[in-house]
């Protein structure tokens, strides 16, 4: 069936440290991946995609990561800071359907 | 600020109350989307507008009933909605439905509560 899942609901990481969100998707069909933030009262907001011909993508202090082997994703943000605290989702963007697919969403804490 | 704006930001209607909550894009995009944000569920597509056309109802029941009147706007009509109805409705916007690599921008969302 669709889904795309993330591991763990809650990641609570110290600032400085870098943190490792990862998201797990079920159909190899899917040709584009999202990684989206939200902060609270707010909407998504994107944050860095990769295509299903890349397996390595970076962008200031993210870098995410594809397997399609094992048909998984993860985000990397180094250096995390408080102003990274929200809520993260991976997304999929299967082609011609226009359709994208949400995982459930990991929070991400910062601690001081 | 993405470039799509929701109003209202909050609205508590009753069961039987109509409502009706706006979208608007400024970013020349030609497809627009409608998502439900429940606590602790992944966001779920609800309707999707490709040049003003509907091209996806995900099943959706009918006291939600969107309306397109051209790329720029997008409507959703809400009728004698279920306390369950209540949740974060998010509008998006995207250059075009069915081009891989297309983001999609999200707007700031409507509270909804339904008592």
């Known amino acids: 069936g669709e889904s795309v899942g993330l591991h763990l609901p809650t990641l609570s990481v110290q600032e400085g440290d870098n943190s490792i969100i990862n998201c797990a998707y079920s159909?190899?069909?899917?040709?584009?991946f999202i990684w989206y933030k939200q902060e609270s009262g707010k909407g998504p907001q994107f944050i860095i995609d990769?295509?299903?011909?890349?397996d390595k993508r970076q962008g200031q202090r993210v870098t995410v990561l594809l397997n399609k082997t094992v048909k998984h994703l993860s985000l990397q943000i180094a250096a995390t800071q408080p102003g990274d605290s929200a809520v993260y989702f991976c997304?999929?963007?299967?082609?011609?359907?226009?359709?994208?697919?949400f995982g459930q969403g990991t929070t991400l804490q910062v601690k001081p | 600020e993405t470039g799509v704006t929701q109003t209202p930001r909050h609205l508590v209607m009753g069961m039987t109350n109509k409502k009706s909550l706006k979208c608007e894009q400024h970013?020349?995009?030609?497809?627009m989307y409608w998502y439900k944000q429940s606590a602790k569920k992944p966001l779920e597509l609800m309707f999707v507008?490709?040049?003003?056309?509907?091209?996806e109802n995900n099943s959706v029941p009918s006291r939600f009933s969107p309306e397109c009147p051209n790329s720029s706007h997008l409507f959703l009509h809400l009728h004698t909605l279920q306390p369950e109805d209540s949740a974060l409705y998010l509008c998006?916007?995207?250059?075009?439905?069915?081009?891989?690599?297309?983001?999609?921008?999200f707007g700031q969302g409507t509270r909804l509560t339904v008592v």
């Open positions: 998006a916007s995207s250059q075009g439905q069915g081009l891989t690599g297309t983001e999609a921008f």
């Open positions: 159909n190899s069909a899917s040709d584009y």
């Open positions: 990769i295509r299903s011909n890349m």
């Open positions: 997304a999929e963007n299967r082609g011609n359907t226009g359709k994208l697919i």
């Open positions: 970013l020349g995009h030609n497809a």
């Open positions: 507008y490709n040049f003003k056309e509907q091209t």
